[in-house]
């Protein structure tokens, strides 16, 4: 079965640094990856993905992530934190068997933007 | 116009009584599912619908019981609700492989909060 850990449960950053949220799978096949965003009291949406195109993967609002097979990684970063970030992040996977249906989440990390 | 949308919002309940939340998609996808997101904000499928049809019931219990009337529409019907039950409940829609979507792109609701009391 596919999943993925998320470490740190929460991530402080003060506005202008770097941001890396991380994100490690297991999978028994090659994965599809993706971040996806949930700002307060809102649904999630997909800031990026990794369907085995480009392992250097680039979304919205600058974020981007890399797939690294060997470290079985998926860390989310992003050069220079907004206060607008602040904001829970979830690391997802896709089980192929099921097509594009089944996504399996971390437990996610709520990113805080110190000004 | 939103995309996927849930009602009600918000729902307070006593143990023991029935509810349903409603969630429609006005984006032409033809899958829908129903998340369930407890008070640790751990995200869980719940079931997935394609055409109308069940494709993924992820050992829910037997009091939840979804429906689904047409692809637009996907509701979750709860009956004799228990505490445990208290969570966000996400509606969202997908298109199918092979029709222009990648995988894994969910369109999601803005949730309905259950509070059992």
């Known amino acids: 079965a596919q999943s993925v850990t998320q470490l740190g449960s929460h991530v402080s950053v003060s506005e202008g640094a770097l941001v890396l949220l991380r994100c490690n799978y297991s999978s028994s096949v090659p994965p599809y990856l993706f971040w996806y965003v949930q700002y307060p009291n809102q649904g999630l949406q997909l800031l990026l993905k990794y369907t085995s195109a480009a392992t250097l993967v680039k979304g919205i609002n600058g974020f981007e992530a890399e797939f690294k097979k060997s470290e079985t990684s998926f860390h989310l970063t992003k050069p220079s934190a907004h206060m607008s970030d602040a904001a829970e992040y979830f690391c997802a996977v896709s089980d192929p068997g099921f097509g594009n249906e089944k996504l399996t989440f971390g437990t996610g990390t709520r990113l805080t933007i110190i000004p | 116009d939103t995309a996927v949308s849930q009602t009600p919002k918000y729902l307070v309940t006593q143990m023991g009584n029935d509810k349903s939340i409603k969630c429609e998609q006005n984006?032409?996808?033809?899958?829908m599912y129903w998340y369930k997101q407890d008070s640790k904000k751990f995200l869980k499928i719940m079931f997935s619908?394609?055409?109308?049809?069940?494709?993924i019931n992820e050992t829910v219990p037997n009091r939840f019981s979804p429906k689904s009337p047409d692809k637009a529409h996907l509701n979750l019907h709860i009956n004799s609700l228990e505490l445990g039950d208290s969570a966000v409940y996400f509606c969202?829609?997908?298109?199918?492989?092979?029709?222009?979507?990648?995988?894994?792109?969910?369109?999601f609701g803005e949730g309905s909060r259950l509070t059992v009391l």
């Open positions: 969202a829609s997908s298109q199918t492989l092979g029709q222009g979507a990648l995988p894994g792109e969910l369109f």
């Open positions: 984006l032409g996808h033809d899958t």
């Open positions: 619908y394609n055409n109308k049809e069940l494709i």
